[in-house]
């Protein structure tokens, strides 16, 4: 399981229920790192795709506490173990957490690395953010990619790896009942 986030220079991700900015060269690459795979979200962020539709090409998933919740082309799952039961089935590297902050901050322990686009400015009011990986000892920049100039915000890609995943129960228990 891992996550995938844009950030401006205080780890900001999202104000008013949107995205703070939509950059389309990260756009695209967001796609091309979740495309196929499963992709989990919060029902807010589900909330705020374009027209709610589904994103094509992957399995969506949406959490959330509402039992009566349902949308054309989304699961729903209810809980955090939901979610780990589910992942469990997955090969990790096809599981990925597409926020919002609230999800972000949930799962971040059982990820075993992070993407994170570093978008060079500071939004205003911004009323989603999550924690900055640089204060978390167990998590260590493993790669970045130099300063990407971009005709809407300069930004820069790093993978940063968990150092300590916290492991899924659900894989546990799985292979205990395949034996
Ligand atoms: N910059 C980026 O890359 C990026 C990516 C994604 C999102 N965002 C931004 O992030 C913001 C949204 O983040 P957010 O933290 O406000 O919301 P969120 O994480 O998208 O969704 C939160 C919702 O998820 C459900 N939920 C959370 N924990 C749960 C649990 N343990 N069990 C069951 N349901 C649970 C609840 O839904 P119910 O209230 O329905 O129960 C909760 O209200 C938006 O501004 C969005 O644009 C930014």
Redesign the pocket.
């Known amino acids: 399981m891992f996550y995938i986030?844009?950030?401006d220079r205080n780890w900001a991700?999202?104000?008013a229920?949107?995205?703070?900015v939509h950059l389309k060269s990260d756009l695209k690459f967001f796609k091309e790192q979740t495309m196929g795979k499963t992709v989990l979200?919060?029902?807010?962020?589900y909330q705020?795709l374009p027209g709610q539709q589904a994103l094509p090409g992957r399995r969506n998933i949406v959490?959330?506490?509402?039992k009566d919740?349902a949308a054309d082309g989304f699961e729903t799952v209810?809980?955090?173990d939901q979610v780990l039961a589910l992942a469990a089935t997955i090969d990790p590297d096809d599981f990925v957490i597409?926020?919002?902050?609230?999800?972000y901050e949930?799962f971040r322990p059982y990820c075993d690395h992070a993407i994170i686009t570093k978008i060079h400015a500071t939004f205003a009011d911004p009323d989603?953010l999550i924690t900055n990986l640089d204060h978390l000892e167990e998590w260590e920049m493993e790669w970045r990619s130099g300063l990407i100039h971009d005709p809407q915000y300069d930004h820069e890609r790093v993978i940063y790896r968990n150092r300590q995943v916290k492991p899924n129960p659900f894989v546990k228990r799985l292979k205990q009942s395949q034996e």
Do not use: P, Y
């Open positions: 986030v844009n950030v991700i999202g104000a229920g949107d995205m703070l979200m919060g029902r807010k962020t705020s959490l959330t506490r509402n919740f209810h809980s955090v597409m926020g919002g902050a609230n999800i949930t989603a």
